[in-house]
């Protein structure tokens, strides 16, 4: 079973930045997918970045260009680095973490709130 715990979110002026750090209680190499989510108030949970397979990365076109996924292996952490965020990105933004193969898993972290102010 593990855990995953979400730190660095608050309110921020549009244009500003954010890192959001994403804490696995458990080995990130279990995984074979890990990403970032989000979720703004009324709309659907939506894929904000991954890394799919190892170190392949996938952004959601909304984000490219301004977010960067990253992770720590060694300390089995994963980052969004978030820069000239728009009053858009505010939501709830989560950390998951897949496996796909045998055992499957899935889990999500509580959420971090990011609020840009316009």
């Known amino acids: 079973q593990a855990q995953l715990a979400e730190s660095g979110g608050g309110r921020v002026q549009a244009g500003g930045s954010l890192r959001l750090s994403c804490t696995v209680s458990?080995?990130?190499?279990?995984?074979?997918?890990m990403g970032w989510y989000r979720q703004a108030y009324g709309k659907q949970r939506e894929l904000v970045a991954s890394?799919?397979?190892?170190?392949?990365?996938n952004y959601a076109d909304s984000v490219k260009g301004r977010f960067t996924i990253s992770r720590d292996n060694t300390k089995n952490m994963v980052y969004l680095q978030m820069n000239s965020l728009k009053p858009e990105d505010t939501a709830v933004y989560y950390c998951n973490a897949k496996r796909t193969t045998w055992p499957i898993q899935d889990y999500w972290g509580q959420g971090t709130q990011v609020t840009v102010a316009s």
């Open positions: 890394f799919i397979s190892g170190s392949s990365t």
């Open positions: 458990v080995s990130i190499f279990s995984f074979n997918a």
